[in-house]
């Protein structure tokens, strides 16, 4: 048997930019594209939610293995008056207990507990989303 690993994805290397001003509003994402949706949905008129729901969608196409909605996310939102914070991290099926990595009531051995689907969790990032944007979805 053999077993290749790979990084889950390339490292893009640092460059030196320097800093910048925004008057009206700014977006940053990991990916141009994905800096692009957020920003054509402030122009829009839409609010920072909106455009981080964009770059959160376009981010699920262009890096899924790191920005997927098959994950979860945090996310930390201020309104001018009021800072909230959101949860989106993956959370454990409803159904498990405190059994579930024990067999005879030993612990499993780690990669039957951690590498394989009894540890996968529930994705919180399109709840998360859904919670935090302003609009009915």
Same mark, same amino acid.
């Given at each position: 048997?053999?077993?290749? /690993?790979?990084?889950?994805?390339? +490292?893009?290397?640092?460059?030196?930019?320097? !800093?910048? +001003? &925004?008057?009206?509003?700014? $977006?940053?994402?990991?990916?141009?594209?994905?800096?692009?949706? @957020?920003? #054509?949905?402030?122009?829009? !008129?839409?609010?920072?939610?909106?455009?981080?729901?964009?770059? *959160?969608? $376009?981010?699920?196409?262009?890096?899924?293995?790191?920005?997927?909605?098959? !994950?979860?996310a945090f996310?930390?939102?201020?309104?001018?008056?009021?800072?909230?914070?959101?949860?989106?991290?993956?959370?454990?099926? *409803?159904?498990?207990? @405190?059994?579930?990595?024990?067999?005879?009531?030993?612990?499993?051995?780690?990669? #039957?507990?951690?590498?394989?689907g009894l540890?996968?969790?529930?994705?919180?990032?399109?709840?998360? /989303? +859904?919670?935090?944007?302003?609009? &009915?979805?």
């Open positions: 048997m053999r077993l290749l /690993l790979f990084p889950p994805e390339s +490292e893009s290397g640092y460059e030196e930019k320097p !800093g910048w +001003e &925004a008057e009206t509003f700014a $977006v940053a994402a990991a990916n141009p594209l994905a800096t692009d949706a @957020g920003y #054509q949905v402030l122009k829009a !008129g839409g609010n920072a939610i909106d455009a981080a729901i964009a770059v *959160q969608m $376009v981010l699920n196409l262009v890096e899924p293995q790191s920005s997927g909605i098959g !994950g979860g996310l930390m939102h201020y309104d001018g008056s009021e800072v909230r914070a959101y949860d989106g991290r993956e959370t454990a099926p *409803q159904g498990v207990s @405190g059994e579930l990595f024990l067999e005879d009531g030993e612990p499993l051995e780690f990669n #039957q507990a951690v590498a394989s540890s996968v969790g529930v994705p919180g990032t399109l709840r998360m /989303l +859904e919670k935090s944007s302003r609009r &009915a979805w």
